[in-house]
């Protein structure tokens, strides 16, 4: 009975430590990406130096019983700014397209085109099921090397940190964020664990997108 005590409290300790390891792990490549970022990452439109292209993230246009998914709606935003200011002469748009009822791409697409940016010069990317898929087919599929990636910041810091890897030269343009909202909260949560997928991913994986496929030419504006 005692030698089974003695185990029990072993086994304990031994997932106990575990579980320290694990959160020091999660925290640390938290504030890794965090760090290797801040100096890349631009908020003021003024300031962004010019680039070929912008590669803007998808994400889900609504979320539950159809309300607007500010996240979607402020990344549509930045990436018209961006056009509008002359700061970029192309739009790669690249998101998940699953199922022929969900198609992140072409409501981007769409979007832009809405708000003023020419259909020629946007190149949709339909296989960007992950942020990995996405920075990865940027260079592979639409030859991006030197380019600026558009989402929210704390997205911007893991697709910065899987580019760098990556051996591209990036930056990034944040949307605005909705902070303090059941949402950003859920997504702050999620993201602990996003980043850590992303740098095993990148660091020991070695995992490649779920598709290639052929080069997709991307149209600048002269």
Request: proline content about 2%.
């Amino acid at each position: 009975m005692k030698a089974l005590l003695r185990f029990s409290l072993q086994l304990i300790k031994c997932l106990l430590l575990l579980f320290i390891v694990g959160l020091a792990f999660v925290y640390l490549v938290d504030r890794y990406m965090d760090f290797t970022a801040q100096d890349r990452i631009y908020t003021d439109i003024k300031k962004v130096p010019h680039k070929k292209a912008a590669l803007l993230l998808g994400t889900a246009k609504y979320v539950a019983k159809g309300k607007k998914n500010y996240f979607y709606v402020y990344r549509i935003r930045a990436a018209v700014a961006l056009w509008k200011a002359g700061k970029i002469d192309a739009i790669v748009v690249s998101g998940d397209n699953a199922t022929k009822y969900y198609n992140e791409t072409k409501r981007m697409e769409e979007d832009l085109i809405r708000a003023g940016v020419p259909k020629k010069y946007i190149a949709a990317d339909y296989a960007g099921f992950r942020t990995l898929d996405s920075i990865l087919r940027a260079e592979a599929i639409f030859d991006l090397k030197d380019y600026i990636i558009i989402s929210q910041k704390f997205h911007l810091e893991r697709a910065l940190f899987i580019a760098k890897a990556k051996g591209q030269k990036v930056i990034g343009f944040a949307a605005k964020d909705i902070p303090g909202t059941k949402a950003a909260k859920k997504m702050a949560y999620r993201e602990y664990l996003a980043r850590v997928k992303a740098f095993l991913d990148v660091t020991i994986l070695q995992t490649e997108p779920r598709f290639y496929g052929k080069k997709v030419k991307v149209n600048y504006r002269k």
